[in-house]
């Protein structure tokens, strides 16, 4: 069985501080993705890295950074977290695909992040 | 870019009986993907379906099956039976392929909760 792991179900921080959410995989995939959910919006892309040490932004990469150093982690850094980052963050891996390929995004558990 | 428009913030259902959950989609890729997730309230994301633009077949999977109209761009999910269990978010997804790589990355709609009441 694929598996994702975050390293936490519930975070508080407060605001200005540092904040590091991890996420490791077990299968060997080369894609990673980090989302953000919030009511109404549905999942959105932060950042995703196809590759070690490749990373791209997302849709809404304000405020984040990332860093795929192994093939099985990727990390999302908030730099100086503010409360408008209070969200739900899950991280997702893949394999390569092919144009017709069926391969689906595997999802780890997320992180409920509260910043106050 | 791809669009995915699910018009129902929520749906009610009762229990065996069968639910239609909408999703129509914007693209101009000749080549795509359409994926179905169920989100209980636990939060995990469950793959539950996928349908291939050029497959010729409705995709099923268990009580899940996917309504798909190609000339209309949608892509609806179909649970038959509805159980207790199948209270939860829904999301329709589309894979979106960067050509000449095998990078996918999907694009999510804003999802529909469905609540199953006995």
């Known amino acids: 069985d694929v598996k994702v792991t975050q390293s936490s179900r519930y975070l508080v921080k407060r605001t200005g501080e540092k904040v590091f959410l991890e996420c490791v995989q077990d299968?060997?995939?080369?894609?990673m993705f980090w989302y953000r959910q919030d009511p109404g919006l549905g999942l959105r892309l932060i950042y995703f890295?196809?590759?070690?040490?490749?990373?791209e932004k997302g849709d809404i990469p304000e405020g984040y950074s990332v860093s795929r150093e192994k093939k099985e982690r990727f990390s999302l850094i908030l730099e100086s977290a503010s409360t408008n980052q209070t969200s739900m963050y899950l991280c997702?891996?893949?394999?390569?695909?092919?144009?017709?390929?069926?391969?689906?995004?595997?999802f780890g558990p997320g992180t409920r992040l509260t910043v106050t | 870019a791809q669009k995915i428009t699910q018009t129902q913030p929520g749906m009610f259902v009762q229990e065996k009986e069968a639910v239609t959950l909408d999703c129509t989609y914007d693209?101009?890729?000749?080549?795509?993907?359409l994926f179905w997730y169920k989100q209980p309230s636990s939060g995990e994301m469950i793959f539950l379906i996928y349908?291939?633009?050029?497959d010729e077949q409705n995709a099923t999977e268990g009580r899940y099956s996917l309504n798909f109209q190609k000339a209309r761009k949608s892509a609806n999910l179909v649970i038959s039976a509805s159980q207790l269990g199948d209270s939860a978010m829904y999301f329709c997804?589309?894979?979106?392929?960067?050509w000449g790589t095998g990078f996918q990355k999907l694009v999510f709609g804003t999802g529909t909760r469905l609540l199953v009441s006995p």
């Open positions: 997702a891996s893949s394999p390569l695909g092919s144009q017709e390929s069926s391969y689906e995004q595997y």
């Open positions: 299968m060997d995939h080369e894609n």
């Open positions: 890295s196809y590759d070690v040490k490749m990373k």
């Open positions: 693209t101009s890729d000749q080549s795509y993907g």
């Open positions: 349908q291939g633009s050029y």
């Open positions: 997804a589309m894979r979106e392929q960067r």
